[in-house]
């Protein structure tokens, strides 16, 4: 197939999968659409039972490693408010994050080096991932024995910071590990005139709310990206009962596996003995997500020399103290996480949030020069 009538097909199925924006774990139609893409240029789908999402292959004539390129295709819950004539057709819900690009890139990729298995070294596997934006999808992938051969594996994301087709790339941590925590502190409830009766777990939430901003000032090395935020606080039901329990949540990201060692151990020893110089009690729950995403050095100098190749520009990718569940695939094996220009504009998650569909072929073309080892 020529390049311009594969532009068009490109742009004609990234219409329609960015007016059929599909949540986490509810990607069927999405994946019935990937399907018949790729099934109608002759590329072989991999027989997983997954839900949602799959994984497509192609095998080279040459001899090589076997490959993986990763795109997430779940939108998220948000209202779109753009113009566009292929705008979401669904209330509420949008490809706000650009993984409708990733899909259509992924599949464009495919038939490019289904066209040119002659010259492609060892076997791709194209992973159509479900519910990133649970940041547990990679998780459902890994389930499946798909990465056991795998050598090391290509991400790519949407970057409105940058014009159309900039490749950005850095080596090194450049998203964060992504926790969660939740800390319960139980004093004894009584009434709001006689806090003497009870122990107040408010002004113990007080304390622990500020003392935890010490961790990042105090304890964490200063050169190490990371932080910690108290997001929800609850207690109380009242103006005239002071309640027996107050309940905070929140997140830390960090870029090095030891400060997250250290939030953890930090984040206890503060609330635990916060609670306990008040006469209280604080319980820690500490909810482990995904690791920071690492890009390996040999794959981001080959994402440099290959945009330089094909023509590209290039740019340093910046850190993010966002995650993406694509790191969990690096815990086995190498990775890189390439960020494409899609167009200076709104951020992503935002509700104008805009891909400039001129970046899809440019984006097939380079996720394919990646792999295809000329
Ligand atoms: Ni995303």
Request: with cysteine; proline share 5%.
């Amino acid at each position: 197939m020529d390049m311009e009538n594969l532009e068009k097909e490109l742009k004609k199925a990234f219409y329609w999968f960015h007016s059929h924006p599909e949540l986490a774990y509810e990607e069927y139609e999405t994946t019935k659409k990937i399907k018949e893409f790729l099934t109608n240029h002759g590329v072989e789908v991999l027989p997983y039972e997954l839900k949602t999402g799959l994984v497509a292959v192609v095998r080279g004539e040459k001899e090589g490693a076997v490959q993986a390129i990763r795109c997430d295709i779940d939108a998220l819950p948000v209202d779109e408010k753009t113009d566009l004539y292929y705008r979401s057709g669904v209330a509420g819900k949008m490809h706000a994050c650009g993984h409708d690009m990733h899909i259509t890139a992924g599949i464009g990729c495919a038939v490019l080096l289904q066209e040119n298995k002659a010259d492609l070294k060892g076997t791709i596997k194209i992973i159509f991932q479900p519910a990133e934006e649970t940041s547990l999808g990679a998780l459902k992938i890994l389930e499946t024995d798909v990465m056991e051969d795998v050598e090391c594996v290509w991400g790519i994301h949407a970057d409105p910071t940058n014009e159309v087709g900039t490749v950005a790339i850095r080596e090194g941590y450049v998203a964060a590990a992504v926790d969660r925590f939740e800390i319960t502190v139980k004093g004894i409830g009584c009434h709001g005139a006689h806090p003497d009766d009870g122990i107040d777990p408010i002004p113990v939430a007080a304390a622990i709310i500020q003392a935890l901003q010490s961790i990042v000032s105090r304890n964490v090395n200063a050169f190490h990206p990371s932080l910690l935020s108290v997001t929800r606080v609850h207690a109380g039901t009242t103006w005239n009962v002071i309640p027996s329990e107050a309940v905070m949540e929140g997140t830390v990201r960090t870029m090095e596996p030891a400060d997250r060692i250290l939030y953890e151990k930090r984040l206890r020893q503060i609330a635990e003995k916060t609670a306990q110089a008040y006469g209280a009690e604080a319980e820690v729950e500490w909810i482990a997500g995904s690791p920071a995403v690492y890009n390996h050095k040999d794959m981001a100098a080959l994402c440099l020399q290959k945009a330089k190749e094909l023509g590209l520009s290039t740019a340093v990718e910046e850190s993010s103290l966002g995650g993406d569940d694509f790191a969990f695939y690096e815990e086995k094996i190498p990775g890189c996480y390439v960020k494409i220009g899609t167009g200076v504009g709104f951020p992503i998650h935002h509700p104008k949030f805009m891909v400039d569909p001129e970046v899809l072929l440019p984006a097939a073309r380079f996720l394919a020069e990646l792999v295809i080892k000329k």
